[in-house]
């Protein structure tokens, strides 16, 4: 059954979602324009001065609205709800007692949001996802081929910056 909760208003949570960051700048636009109808979008753009922020972010919001994307204000409360990030066992348990309708699990595979990280790995991410108890999110360093491993393991989407930007 499609993972639902209050921000997808009834709609199934997307399977594709598109991380945002200063590192795209003007590559958000063909991003966005290239996710097809029905994904999710976090934004997050957390080093963007507040208005300039503020500006992009109803940017963002209007182009979401037209082509029918679900977006989350990374960071947020909404996203805590929504999307909770889990990095550890111990960060899934805590996802559990939240409640989160989702969690993105991270980063399964190296990435160069988070350089010299250690990756979980396929098999240590799907752990962690079980553990959390909710769908299931794949985060880092994650493509469209990798996804379908991960959708194999149990994860119901992905999400991506690099793998998403044109």
Known sequence: ??????????RPTP???LMTDERMG???WPAL???PKGSGVVFRHFATAPAERAALFARVAQIARQRALVLVEGGGAAQRRALH???SLREAI???????AAVLVSPVYPTRTHPGARALGPLRAA????AAGCPAIALGGMTRA???RMKALGFVGWAAIDGLTP
């Open 1 to 10: 059954m499609p993972l639902r909760h209050p921000i997808c208003r009834n």
């Open 15 to 17: 399977a594709l979602w």
């Open 26 to 28: 003007a590559a958000l």
């Open 33 to 35: 324009a290239a996710l």
């Open 85 to 87: 990030p889990a990095h």
């Open 94 to 100: 805590a996802v559990r007692r939240a409640g989160a």
């Open 127 to 130: 752990a962690i996802a079980r």
């Open 146 to 148: 990798r996804f379908k």
